[in-house]
């Protein structure tokens, strides 16, 4: 028997080709006007409790991650800081490079029922293993060459790291699947426990063993392999996955999907690690180091826009009623809640890094107060990212992010020699603001929105912000008793 759709979901209401053969994607752009008169807080209040289950977990992962960077802030230093994110920068982005985002295109076949979640998952493990075995031998001559950025480590470490190109691959084409499929509950517990893993492994590998950056290296595997185990797991058990691959035609549809959404990708893994690249090739180890911890610190304040855009993609790609009222709440929320969240840490950022990091790392808080509109940019763009590609235009994404990239590149280069290590963090900022000015743009085109009735706070989020709680907290309570 085939795995198909898990117990209670509800498959896509798609009208049908004249062949019918291949569903296509539902008209999914009601009117300004009926959305105008739309009650708030009906369609979207079931997804709070999603929202707040997926937000606590950000939240869990975020602080583990943030004892994680401690500890080896201490253990490594600057120097050894910086040749530790040179190494997982250049193995995540060779994970992501080539798997071919296939496993987004699994993701959304399986989310809106349209390829079954055996021949998605499938599809998308086959084409990430051999792309990576590709991305592995071109990465053997990379390290091995004169270039600049490959001396900002031991040859052994970068070495090491390309076990993280599989992994990260097919860990991620797994994790989509649960996310897809509204798994959230055992998906929190999974990444959860990930966190924990990379933890345990770096008081055993690089505390207690001494084994520096390679260690560091071991523990971030270690923790994609219980990951990828735990996924794997459930899957199978909750909504049976099985070895099946898929047919031709299938796994044809599945690549397209990718590869539409690839170059946004892409740019998505190399936009927030650009700065690290540029530096590998321009600046000292302690510089590289520096800025890793700032941009790590700051892009984790970024946990409640994924949470809400986790949440949001599945119901885009259902066909949900509530799309776009949803956008603009979530679009309002979420700038909102990460502002004030920003500003919190700048208040305190000093003391924090000193304490969280050492005195070492205490000239990085220039790059914090720096990087901080982008962040609030950042959360913003995730929820138009979320809408693009669960309504099936992901080509969107891609351009949105390669324009944020290449203004990204262009201002690092451009006042590096004036700024040095701070035009990284000038590049971060200005290059998010693009991306979020053009997917604001086209989502006014797309759907008829005016653009101040998308930012501008509106009565009504209020009352759907409280209605939303309650409905959290009295599923709450029905679990308890």
Same mark, same amino acid.
């Given at each position: ?32 006007? =009926? ?9 979207? %209040? ?14 869990? &992962? ?24 040179? +190494? ?25 029922? /349209? ?18 075995? &590709? ?15 490959? %001396? ?42 990930? =966190? ?12 207690? *063993? ?19 185990? +735990? ?15 898929? +047919?031709? =035609?299938? *796994? ?5 999907? $990718? ?5 946004? %990708? ?8 650009? $700065?690290?690249?540029?530096? $590998? ?18 892009? /984790? ?16 790609? /259902? ?56 962040? &609030? ?78 930012? *501008? ?10 209605? =939303? ?10 679990? %308890?008793?």
């Amino acid at each position: 028997m085939r795995a198909g759709r898990p117990p209670g979901d509800v498959g896509v209401n798609a009208k049908t080709d004249p062949a019918g053969t291949d569903p296509a994607p539902p008209d999914r752009r009601p009117s300004a006007a =009926s959305l105008e008169a739309k009650p708030v807080g009906s369609a979207a %209040q079931p997804a709070a409790h999603e929202v707040a289950l997926v937000f606590g977990t950000r939240a869990g &992962v975020y602080g583990i991650a943030i004892f994680s960077q401690s500890l080896l802030a201490h253990l490594l230093l600057p120097a050894g800081r910086g040749e530790y994110a040179v +190494c997982v920068a250049f193995g995540s982005v060779l994970g992501v490079v080539s798997a071919l985002s296939a496993a987004n295109g699994g993701q959304y076949f399986a989310a809106s029922g /349209r390829i079954g979640l055996s021949r998605c998952l499938c599809g998308a493990f086959s084409i990430g293993l051999a792309g990576s075995i &590709v991305a592995a031998v071109a990465a053997i001559l990379l390290i091995h060459s004169d270039m600049a950025f490959f %001396q900002k480590a031991d040859s052994g470490s970068f070495l090491l790291a390309l076990l993280l190109v599989p992994l990260i691959s097919v860990s991620y084409a797994a994790e989509m699947q649960l996310a897809g499929l509204r798994r959230f509950s055992p998906l929190a517990r999974i990444l959860l426990l990930q =966190s924990c893993t990379v933890v345990a492994g770096v008081v055993v590998l690089v505390w207690t *063993l001494g084994q520096g950056v390679n260690g560091a290296v071991l523990a971030l595997i270690a923790g994609y392999v219980v990951k990828l185990a +735990c996924c794997l797991r459930d899957l199978r058990r909750a909504c049976g996955l099985r070895f099946e691959m898929p +047919c031709v =035609s299938e *796994l044809r549809r599945i690549i397209g999907y $990718g590869l539409r959404y690839h170059v946004a %990708q892409i740019g998505n893994e190399i936009e927030p690690r650009v $700065g690290v690249f540029i530096l $590998g090739a321009l600046a000292g180890r302690a510089d590289i180091g520096l800025f890793a911890a700032a941009s790590t610190i700051m892009l /984790r304040l970024g946990f409640l826009p994924s949470s809400v855009a986790t949440v949001l993609f599945p119901r885009v790609a /259902r066909g949900s009623a509530e799309p776009l009222e949803t956008v603009g709440y979530s679009l309002r929320l979420v700038c909102l809640a990460t502002a004030g969240a920003v500003i919190a840490f700048l208040a305190v950022c000093e003391p924090v890094i000193r304490l969280l990091l050492s005195e070492a790392f205490v000239p990085a808080v220039p790059l914090l107060w720096i990087m901080a509109p982008g962040i &609030v940019a950042y959360a913003g763009s995730n929820i138009f990212v979320a809408y693009f590609t669960g309504s099936d235009r992901p080509g969107v994404c891609s351009s949105a992010l390669w324009l944020s990239l290449v203004v990204n590149i262009a201002i690092c280069l451009a006042l590096y020699p004036t700024l040095g290590v701070h035009s990284v963090a000038w590049g971060i900022t200005a290059g998010v603001f693009a991306r979020i000015v053009f997917l604001a743009f086209v989502f006014h085109r797309a759907t008829g929105l005016s653009l101040p009735s998308l930012w *501008l706070p509106r009565r009504r989020d209020a009352t759907y912000l409280w209605n =939303s709680l309650h409905v959290a907290l009295s599923r709450k309570r029905r679990l %308890q008793e």
